[in-house]
């Protein structure tokens, strides 16, 4: 497949060319590349839209100039890995749905968007105001994929925008020695949408056929950091929203489950809102339920004449997450295994177990699980909120039977109704410190108000999983092992501390998470030490210097007391002092990366 | 100029309150060489004011010509180097630092920094005699264990070109072979009387007139700590003059502050309130009142308001927090913890007692 | 201006013995090592015991004594606590040492001068086990050119190992009269007036450490001049005195809170170290006859607890006041309350 790349480039393609040097230049992602592969091999079909000629027609003078640059590139480091993937193609490519039958989206959400098209592609040009469909939906539940057989079923052509793939800094250094211009991502897609707008779609190799009906596709959008260049972008796509005639589908990549804190995402919440808002239609798709996903992976099964076991399958789809891009290829990965007999015996031991207790057979096998296993992560937010409101069981579902060791009434609590507290918060990434103060900050909340004993219970914990932390300080680097131990006993020790302190835990109110004070205390009372640091030695008259704490519990009230008589200039109110941070605090999601940078420059103060 | 600085005795023979171990001193640097010496006593008893004077005894008046240096070292610490920020003063003969100031970097403080003064002996315009410079170590027992461990070396190692003279509030945390190295100077904190006598020197000197008693309510005040009490008499010289025998003597903020806090915990106990509290106890920190120091105020507060029976439990528990606060880092969740296990003590206390 | 350095030199080195034999009080100890020192040839050492017993002064005798003066520089080579003892040093220092071919020099002067060289590791409990383990081959690799002393307060912290290759010497604590001969020799030599009263508060404050006593010996002799008298020894050896003890246990004895806080306060601002406070307290409370075992558990148990945390670096002023009111409340046989658990 990309040996026919190469071809392809040498028969200037430019565009592709350059992907694939920079596919070649991270080739350290050895499937990616293959992915990528296909993708570009189909846009060969599509018409060229691609506006920044200038620069990638002299990138193709100096692909055909500088041999010896290319051969390295895309000679030496590619090869090896299209002579695999030439004998093994992925299996998501090869059996990508062809008919809606083959879908594996929900029946419904097909029959939508396929009508919403159907009825805009029949219709004469200006009926519909609205041309824009937003789709929205985790990695791999089929969105383009459903886009590109509903158009092929409805006899249109598909065009687009693929987010190119972004040039490397080093490389854009190299092609501004030969005059090249850098234009961003975003530029492009404005001239894009820009020409969309003005012209439709113009396509030279149409030019053959009687006119067909077309649909515009706009994958993954271009990636915009700050404010501008975010805005410039809200700004492009609803002027697409307003003017474009031709059917559009703009896909959305949900990133649902991760950190919330995370910017991007939050900007992508707020262009659909925008988009929603200018007129355009909304479809959501839901990640694809088992079952679908385990019927199309039986049917990749008895099409390749593998034969793997239904438990398998199972597994696999329900580990997938609803993704069933990543149900696919975990299944390819899975055949790939060169032992597969010795793996599936593996496997027929585990049922062993699994007899047992077929009731929950993801827990037995975890460790076996994480093989295909999609990785979870959880936002801090979501972990903390799970351990503050300490959701436990009714009644304790244990029987008590001989091995169960008693425990006094009251330390016994309830069963939790959440996974092992350590699995969140591995799952959260959270700094120890980090979910420390937070649990602090917070959990007063949580408490009945009569409850002052689990207050005090907790405050306890709380101590000791700051002992734990403080344990760090003294350390070299080097133990570098014995510190992350340290860490996560400190994390587990305040979270169980919380769980279990909060021995009632209060019905299920709503509560705002509050960052926590302590770094803008730490912070001003640096700043306020330092303030004195620079009086102590004026206000003692250069004979000797006192001690800080001495000039914060002596100096400084009296002289407040005294005007400012005596050590000079000191006032600077700390209330004052607050209301600049809080001024910094421009928004939640920035502020817990703010806090992470805060913790680290502690960590380097410590040493 | 503040009174504290203003009537701060200049030489040994000035000196008011430790006149005893003054008159030693001195006659320890006149007759024969001069030892390492440590001076120890609670804060505000007159150690600085004494090694001052000790130092003016030994190198005369230049001792008080002092620049404030803001110095960076650099230290080589195994694999990497590190830069070190120290602030000192320094006259032609002595230097002063607080090496606990470095934090956890003052083994390196000790090691390097004080190897190097020692090492460059310093120049005698007269060319006669190498001298010696003296190094005035501030807070000795806020030294980490390797930090005073490197330190006895240094001190037997450059002994012949430099004097230490070492200072702290307690010599619990100085280690024995620091300590048996050193002359050790106990001052104590002056008694109430021998403070009053101070104060009436001063209300002399700046031609007041005092009210009988006046200056012994201030003493009383003070907690045994001169620097103190006349900060507070001079507080009170700006509020109110002509004294009245009646007057009030100002408290420190902070310390109202606290009391405040106290009756907060007294009169409520609930995890709100500790919550408004927690609030309070930051406010301290920003001020940069040392932990300790708020807890030990909270405990006193606390105690005069209690019966006896709960005032045992108070000192168990106000000791075992203040013990894990050391070993922690962030002071406030210790304070916080002692505050809930007394509120939690106080109302079961309550309950018992009221039903 | 600048005082002279005349007289800086330290007692406790003046007066250190340079003959094994002159060592005080450890009789056997002597008459194993003047044989040795007769011979000539010596195996690896390990002294042991209590501070200011003789152990160093033991060692750098015998090393003086086997090569003399001159030759002593090349052939000792002394490390302490406080040198970077890590187990780098042990690998590089010691071994550079040890490594270095003995001349063949024939003696000269009287003194035996054995083909060997001396290490002397002071404070060697206070080494790290590594380090120690690294030590073990070291000295098996050079063992024919090199002896090593090792000198530590608690053999219990030297591994088996080491120990064993070692011939070992116990250093026992001095009695009252030898430290006495040996005070009153020093006094006489740096005429100093010492009345009875003085040196047996002396003897009784330095427990046994003949360096300590000789140390506050000096200390006072520096700052109150050539006439001592028990009250300077006890100011200047930071020992609390007994009146002082005795004030805080009878505030505990009442069982009045405020009066014993009062009493704690006091006791801080006199600025008397609380460590030494806490074992002056262990041995009266140890001895006395009016309070019951049970009473005396529950007062260590306490004053063990709190020096811990003084180590820590716990404030002196709470713990303080926190043993008073355990004191207090086991003379008061209250039960025990306080539990750590909720």
């Known amino acids: ?607 | 100029m503040l009174w504290v600085d203003k009537y701060r005795p200049k030489t040994l023979d000035h000196v008011m309150v430790h006149d005893l171990i003054a008159q030693n001193l001195k006659k320890l640097v006149t007759e024969q060489d001069c030892p390492h010496l440590l001076f120890y006593g609670p804060s505000g008893s007159g150690k600085k004011t004494l090694i001052m004077a000790l130092l003016r005894q030994m190198f005369g008046p230049g001792a008080e010509k002092v620049k404030v240096e803001n110095r960076t070292w650099k230290v080589d610490a195994g694999s990497r180097s590190i830069d070190i920020e120290l602030t000192t003063l320094q006259s032609a003969n002595h230097t002063e630092i607080s090496p606990s100031d470095a934090g956890f970097q003052d083994r390196y403080v000790v090691q390097e920094i004080i190897k190097d003064m020692a090492k460059n002996r310093p120049i005698d315009t007269k060319g006669k005699k190498g001298g010696f410079k003296v190094l005035v170590l501030n807070d000795v027992d806020k030294l980490s264990r390797e930090a005073q461990h490197s330190l006895r070396r240094t001190m037997e190692k450059y002994s012949a070109y430099c004097r230490l003279i070492l200072c702290c509030n307690s010599s619990s945390r100085v280690t024995e072979a620091i300590r048996s190295r050193c002359l050790n100077v106990r001052i104590n904190a002056p008694s109430e009387e021998q403070i009053a006598d101070v104060l009436e020197f001063i209300g002399k000197k700046e031609g007041l007139q005092l009210p009988s008693g006046f200056a012994a309510r201030i003493a009383e005040k003070s907690n045994r700590n001169l620097r103190r009490a006349i900060l507070s008499f001079e507080t009170c010289r700006v509020q109110q003059y002509p004294f009245t025998s009646k007057q009030a003597i100002p408290p420190m903020d902070w310390e109202e502050y606290i009391s405040e806090i106290a009756s907060d915990i007294m009169k409520e106990q609930s995890p709100k309130r500790l919550f408004q509290v927690r609030g309070k106890l930051y406010e301290l920190l920003i001020n940069c009142i040392p932990p300790e120091i708020i807890l030990k105020r909270l405990v006193y507060e606390l105690l005069r308001k209690l019966d006896d029976e709960l005032k045992h439990e108070v000192c168990h528990w106000a000791s075992y927090y203040e013990h894990r606060m050391r070993l922690g880092q962030k002071a406030i969740f210790h304070i916080e913890a002692f505050v809930a296990k007394f509120m939690s003590v106080y109302k079961s206390f309550l309950i018992a007692t009221f039903g | 201006m600048a005082p002279i350095l005349h007289s800086s030199q330290q007692w406790v080195e003046k007066y250190r013995p340079k003959q094994v034999k002159d060592v005080a009080h450890q009789d056997e100890v002597v008459r194993v090592l003047t044989n040795t020192l007769e011979t000539g040839s010596c195996p690896h050492m390990l002294f042991y015991g209590p501070p200011g017993t003789g152990k160093t002064t033991t060692a750098l005798a015998i090393a003086h004594q086997l090569f003399g003066s001159e030759l002593y520089k090349s052939r000792v080579l002394e490390l302490n606590a406080s040198d970077d003892r890590g187990i780098n040093v042990v690998r590089t220092k010691i071994k550079d040492f040890a490594a270095v071919a003995v001349g063949t020099n024939h003696p000269k002067s009287g003194y035996p001068c054995p083909p060997f060289k001396i290490i002397v590791l002071d404070e060697a409990d206070s080494m790290t086990e590594d380090a120690q383990n690294a030590l073990r081959r070291t000295m098996e690799t050079y063992s024919k050119v090199t002896r090593f002393f090792f000198i530590c307060n608690y053999i219990s912290r030297i591994i088996e190992p080491l120990a064993s290759r070692c011939a070992k010497f116990r250093f026992k604590p001095l009695s009252e009269d030898i430290m006495s001969s040996r005070i009153l020799y020093i006094c006489k030599e740096e005429g100093l007036n010492l009345d009875d009263e003085a040196l047996s508060t002396l003897s009784s404050i330095s427990q046994g450490d003949l360096r300590r006593a000789i140390t506050y010996l000096q200390s006072a002799a520096r700052l109150f001049g050539s006439s001592i008298s028990s009250k300077d020894l006890i100011s200047v050896s930071g020992v609390v005195p007994s009146e002082v003890v005795e004030g805080l246990l009878a505030a505990c004895k009442s069982g009045n809170f405020d009066l014993a806080n009062k009493e704690v306060n006091n006791f801080i601002a006199e600025g008397y170290p609380v460590s030494q406070m806490l074992n002056q307290l262990i041995d009266i409370i140890v001895d006395k006859d009016d309070i019951s075992d049970e009473q005396k558990a529950r007062i260590c148990k306490k004053l063990g607890e709190v020096d811990k945390r003084l180590v820590d670096g716990a404030d002196e002023y709470l713990q303080l006041l926190d043993v008073a009111s355990n004191t207090m409340q086991a003379f008061g046989d209250k039960p025990e309350g306080f539990t750590y658990e909720g």
Request: hydrophobic share 35%; proline share 3%.
């Open chain 1, 1 to 607: 497949m990309s040996k026919r790349n190469n071809v392809v480039l040498l028969s200037s393609d430019d565009d592709d060319g350059s992907i694939n040097r920079s596919l070649s230049s991270n080739h350290c992602y050895k499937t990616k590349p293959k992915l990528k592969n296909s993708t570009t091999s189909r846009r060969l079909k599509k018409p060229r839209l691609s506006t920044s000629q200038t620069r990638f027609s002299i990138l193709h003078q100096i692909n055909l100039l500088d041999e010896d640059f290319n051969e390295m590139f895309t000679g030496s480091k590619v090869s090896p890995d299209t002579q695999r993937s030439s004998t093994l193609e992925q299996w998501v490519d090869k059996y990508k749905p062809c008919s809606l039958e083959e879908l594996a989206v929900h029946k419904k959400k097909v029959e939508e968007v396929k009508s919403w098209f159907e009825e805009r592609l029949k219709a004469s040009k200006g009926v519909y105001k609205n041309n824009v469909l937003v789709i929205s939906g985790q990695a791999g539940v089929g969105k383009s994929a459903a886009i590109h057989v509903i158009a092929s079923h409805l006899g249109a052509a598909v065009c687009g925008w693929n987010t190119p793939t972004p040039v490397l800094w080093q490389e854009h250094l190299y092609n501004s020695g030969a005059g090249a211009q850098y234009t961003s991502k975003l530029d492009e897609f404005e001239n894009f949408v820009e020409r969309i707008r003005k012209y439709g779609i113009i396509s030279t190799s149409f030019t053959g056929e009687s006119k067909p009906s077309a649909i515009l596709l706009i994958d993954d959008l271009p990636m915009t950091n700050g404010k501008a260049a975010f805005g410039r972008l809200k700004d492009c796509l609803q002027l697409l929203v307003y003017s474009t005639q031709i059917p559009t589908a703009i896909l959305f990549t949900d990133y649902g489950n991760t950190d919330s804190a995370d910017y991007n995402a939050r900007c992508l919440e707020e262009l659909q809102l925008s988009l929603e808002s200018s007129g355009a239609c909304k479809v959501a798709f839901n990640p694809i339920t088992t079952n679908s996903i385990k019927k199309t992976l039986f049917r990749i099964c008895q099409m390749e004449h593998r034969d793997v076991s239904a438990d398998h399958v199972d597994n696999i789809a329900k580990a997938s997450g609803g993704d069933i891009r990543h149900a696919i290829t975990s299944l390819q990965f899975f055949c790939l295994k060169p032992n597969q007999v010795h793996s599936l015996s593996l496997f027929t031991h585990s049922p062993g177990v699994l007899k047992d207790e077929c009731n929950k057979p993801v827990r037995s096998n975890d460790g076996y699980y994480l093989h295909y296993g999609r990785d979870e992560t959880l936002s801090l937010f979501h972990a903390l909120g799970k351990f503050l409101h300490n959701k436990r069981e009714t009644q304790s579902s244990i029987e008590y039977d001989q091995d169960s060791f008693l425990i006094q009434e009251r330390f016994s609590r309830l069963p939790l109704k959440m996974d092992v507290p350590e699995k969140i918060l591995c799952q959260s990434h959270a700094q120890p410190g980090l979910v420390t103060g937070f649990l602090h900050e917070n959990v007063l909340d949580f408490l009945d108000d009569e409850a002052i004993d689990d207050a005090w219970t907790l405050s306890s914990y709380l101590g000791d999983a700051d002992i734990l932390l403080a344990k760090l300080r003294g350390m070299l680097s080097s133990d570098s092992d014995t510190g992350s131990v340290l860490q996560s006993a400190a994390a587990s020790v305040a979270v169980r501390g919380v769980l279990f302190g909060n021995s009632q835990p209060l019905s299920s109110r709503w509560h705002t998470i509050r960052r926590p004070q302590l770094w803008h205390v730490e912070k001003a009372s640096l700043h306020k030490k330092n303030e004195m640091l620079r009086l102590r030695f004026p206000a003692c008259k250069c004979l000797s210097s006192y001690h800080i704490s001495v000039m914060a519990t002596e100096y400084m009230p009296i002289s407040k007391l005294l005007g400012n008589r005596a050590c000079g200039v000191y006032h600077e109110p700390h209330q004052e002092l607050l209301k600049n941070m809080d001024m910094e605090d421009v928004g939640f999601d920035q502020m817990s990366l703010y806090e992470q940078l805060e913790t680290s420059d502690d960590d380097i103060e410590d040493w």
